[in-house]
């Protein structure tokens, strides 16, 4: 529904001095602990004068998108930007085993979110949100528009053989990013001005390696092993078990779906295009380092920033 002028109460006139903020539709991709760029570049957007007003999130832009709706966006922020590796590593139930369909349950981090944000039904957010998943069983793309905010996101970020499947109203659902890694087609048929996509699957950069200070090197004795075995092959693997970086299985397994997700977006991007794309490299971090959440929102914020200023939009 089209905005409307503020009213004077008083004369019943219509006040036309004051000018109605550019409404956007947000369309925020997948990436894993990249995602934590689409905190920056929702504050970049708001401290830029936009007003969103409809928000479609795959996997971490879910997630990150469910809770602005929520108006909890501070909260998380605050939140994550405390963590540490080891943190992060605590909240990670693993399941020791494939039953199920993946290595870790889920419920450590969904429950973790409930508790600082609390949960409630997306037909009641403020903002229009909607959740992309999988349906793997029907082989289709799922809008989740209605319910549980948790739920959805819950299923929206079910990475397959990462994250166990979630099952919403009998359907098993997976991660959106197999079929729509940045989904701008739930926002055709939003009201908004214009529809804006953050994407964290844009081509690789040259990155400068990570020095470890010797603050971050743990003993090497049984947990310290255990803990290498289960993290990616990053810096932090390295200084635990005093080896030379290596790639591990997780590590191989985010590599691939970041190239495949990257293709897909540029095809999907192509034909549904929107009217500003920000783009991330795909490389700014691994899809786990969460306890780089002060840096990566800051990205998202920069580069915001850097699209905004280069972008001359067409009046509609």
Request: net charge negative; hydrophobic share 45%; with cysteine.
């Amino acid at each position: 529904m089209p905005a409307t002028p503020s009213t004077d109460l008083a004369s019943g006139a219509e006040n036309e001095d004051t000018p109605r903020k550019p409404r956007i539709a947000l369309a925020l991709g997948a990436g894993g602990a990249k995602g934590l760029a689409h905190v920056g570049a929702i504050e970049e957007l708001e401290a830029q004068g936009f007003e969103i007003v409809a928000i479609a999130g795959c996997s971490m832009g879910a997630l990150i998108g469910g809770i602005h709706a929520a108006g909890k966006l501070a909260i998380y922020r605050d939140w994550v930007c405390s963590l540490d590796k080891f943190d992060v590593l605590k909240l990670v139930d693993w399941s020791f085993s494939f039953a199920g369909g993946g290595f870790i349950k889920g419920e450590k981090i969904i429950g973790t979110m409930l508790d600082i944000i609390g949960d409630v039904n997306i037909e009641a957010l403020p903002i229009a949100f909607t959740a992309v998943a999988t349906d793997i069983e029907r082989e289709r793309e799922v809008w989740l528009t209605r319910g549980s905010l948790f739920d959805a996101i819950r299923a929206s970020i079910a990475i397959p053989t990462l994250f166990r499947p979630h099952v919403v109203d009998g359907r098993v659902l997976v991660d959106g990013a197999l079929l729509n890694p940045v989904p701008v087609t739930p926002l055709i048929r939003e009201s908004a001005d214009y529809v804006i996509a953050v994407s964290i699957d844009g081509p690789a950069e040259t990155v400068q390696p990570v020095e470890i200070s010797a603050g971050d090197a743990k003993p090497k004795g049984g947990i310290g092993r255990l803990i290498g075995r289960l993290l990616p092959g990053n810096e932090l693997k390295s200084a635990i078990m005093n080896k030379p970086s290596e790639p591990g299985a997780l590590e191989l397994l985010g590599q691939s779906m970041d190239l495949m997700q990257a293709n897909l977006s540029r095809l999907r991007l192509a034909a549904y295009q929107p009217d500003l794309l920000v783009q991330l490299a795909r490389n700014v971090s691994s899809a786990y380092e969460f306890y780089r959440a002060k840096e990566l929102i800051e990205l998202g914020r920069e580069k915001t920033r850097e699209a905004l200023e280069s972008w001359h939009p067409a009046s509609r």
